[in-house]
């Protein structure tokens, strides 16, 4: 990890409590200085703060009450919230107002999920001396790891940064959190961790709860520091890669739930092509484009048929894009790597640009795709650089000339949140001769966590059935960040054995003082 940051430490450790700025990536001016990078000594304080919030923070009560007002003071707050975040990541006001709803969305359904109390997982099994073995009285449920870790994604200032899904289930599942906010919005994350500081006191929690650090190396200490239980972070495969292997060296190594990258490949089928290749193109279009390609689901890679269907695919999504205007990224550094990027891509051999992605200003870049023939991604070679994600209004079109290049080029990706399969009206139905569209579904389950059936990836829905994970390198862990079980990462269970009655913690006790869902003796209590 030290080496993975040589470069950065070398501008920490030459610039003492240096300032961080709020820019404007339109113009790549600086606003204002909104604060300093945390010392060591400043990030133990945050961490020392948050960890005494845990008794505190214990009572659900409390955490409910503290989740509902947090979403209540940033709905009061839009204006501002939307209007800063705006500024400094040129996403706007529509993006952002639709980002804002989610978080705050997210924040209550959280909240709920703390008052009904399922996600203890209660569990009761009566002693039994008749069973061979016998067996003891035991009782489980889940408590809260402790303080927790959260690294601020740069593409939603909101929904994956400081009041975001991280933060929100860690803080319903008990655990007092601090955040290591990203550097493209540090003015934004500093009025969210005020509001939901705010949100702290009025419901008489304390406002160490929420914890907030600038700059690099508190992001090392952080990750580091002995009283941090676990980690939450979105970003890019080194930077969460170099954390991830952090966290597991320390001496107590921590749970380190890393988003880090996804492809999110889509395979549209001949069928599907044949009947519907103009809707698909624009669908296509709208997805790659949407915030500027700046999704981490954004399809990257697009499986589609050579010959005429697949030619008629490739017209609409060129018309479509073509229609699309330059956008701002991020920062300026996301703008040279996107353009860098696709230079590499379109210098292969065999690699076409119908529109050309690149500089559509001096701070904008144009949206655009790629071509290549599926048989040069099926075996390793110099064009495996299309297989890695490229961040920003670019995709890869592969045109396969049968299922088995289609195979040939699944078999060589790496995991993936999303991956996405285009469908003929048959193949959807299972009534095609050749049960295309099971065997390709089967093909494409193993790389992702979600898998879309004739829609796009874009937009992932806050529901209980949501999962937004993937094998590695998409994330680090099995869980998801998105969705009622996030709040899992945060837990661990606890079986008590034999423990007399009053000991027991109230979520276990006989008398359901709580009024908590449980099972007993492997039924739900009350069946």
């Keep these: 990890m030290r080496q993975e940051f040589a470069q950065e430490e070398r501008t920490v450790a030459t610039a003492a409590a240096a300032p961080v700025w709020s820019v404007d990536p339109r113009n790549g001016k600086r606003r204002e200085q909104v604060a300093v990078e945390a010392t060591a000594a400043e990030v ?14 214990a009572d659900r009560g ?39 709803a989610r978080t705050t969305y997210q924040l209550r359904a959280f909240a709920d999920i703390v008052a009904e109390g399922e996600f203890l997982g209660v569990l009761i099994d009566h002693a039994d001396p008749a069973l061979t073995p016998p067996r ?49 919005h540090p003015a934004t994350s500093e009025l969210c961790a005020a509001l939901l500081r705010r949100a702290a006191a009025d419901t008489g929690l304390p406002e160490g709860v929420l914890g907030l650090v600038h700059g690099f190396r508190s992001g090392l200490d952080l990750v580091e520091h ?23 060296a320390r001496p107590h190594p921590i749970p380190f739930h890393g988003e880090l990258g996804s492809l999110n490949p889509v395979v549209i089928t001949e069928a599907a092509a044949g009947e519907r290749a103009e809707q698909i193109g624009a669908g296509l279009a709208g997805s790659m484009t949407l915030g500027v390609g700046q999704f981490c689901v954004k399809p990257g890679l697009v499986l589609a048929p050579e010959g005429e269907r697949g030619d008629r ?47 559509g200003g001096e701070h904008t870049v144009s949206a655009g795709f790629l071509t290549v023939p599926a048989a040069r991604l099926a075996t390793e070679g110099p064009h495996d650089i299309l297989l890695e994600e490229c961040f920003g209004p670019v995709t890869v079109l592969a045109r396969y000339a049968d299922e088995a290049e289609i195979t040939a080029v699944l078999a060589r990706l790496p995991g993936n949140l999303t991956a996405t399969l285009h ?8 009534s095609d001769d050749e049960g295309r ?11 992702a966590g979600r898998v879309v059936v004739n829609g796009w990836p874009t937009g992932v829905a806050v529901a209980p059935a949501q999962h937004h994970g993937g094998p590695y390198p998409a994330t680090t862990s099995t869980a998801t960040s998105v969705g009622a079980t996030a709040i899992e990462r945060w837990l661990r269970p606890v079986a008590y054995q034999d423990t007399p009655p009053a000991l027991l913690p109230p979520e276990l006790r006989e008398e359901n003082p709580l009024g908590l869902p449980r099972r007993v003796n492997g039924r739900p209590a009350g069946a």
């Design 44 to 57: 133990d304080a945050a961490v020392r703060a948050a960890h005494a919030a845990r008794a505190p923070l």
């Design 62 to 100: 409390l955490r409910a009450a503290f989740l509902h007002r947090a979403a209540d003071l940033l709905d009061e707050a839009g204006e501002q919230v939307i209007e800063a975040a705006d500024a400094e990541t040129a996403l706007g006001p529509g993006r952002l107002t639709g980002e804002l």
């Design 136 to 184: 003891p009285d035991l009782r489980r449920y889940k408590i809260p790891l402790g303080v927790v870790a959260v690294y601020a994604a740069s593409n939603f200032p909101l929904a994956f940064s400081v009041p975001g899904g991280d933060t929100a289930s860690a803080l319903a599942a008990g655990c007092p959190v601090v955040v290591k906010a990203h550097p493209d």
């Design 226 to 248: 002995p009283l941090i239980t676990a980690a939450g972070f979105t970003g890019s495969v080194r930077g969460g890669r170099a954390l991830y292997d952090a966290a597991a």
């Design 313 to 359: 695919l490739l017209t609409s999504l060129t018309a479509a894009v073509s229609d699309t205007e330059a956008g701002v990224l991020l920062d300026r550094r996301m703008r040279d790597a996107f353009l860098d990027g696709v230079r590499t891509r379109a210098q292969l051999p065999g690699v076409q640009a119908p529109v050309t992605p690149g500089a």
């Design 423 to 430: 469908l003929g009206e048959a193949e959807s139905a299972g």
């Design 437 to 447: 569209g099971a065997r390709l579904l089967a093909g494409l389950t193993p790389l």
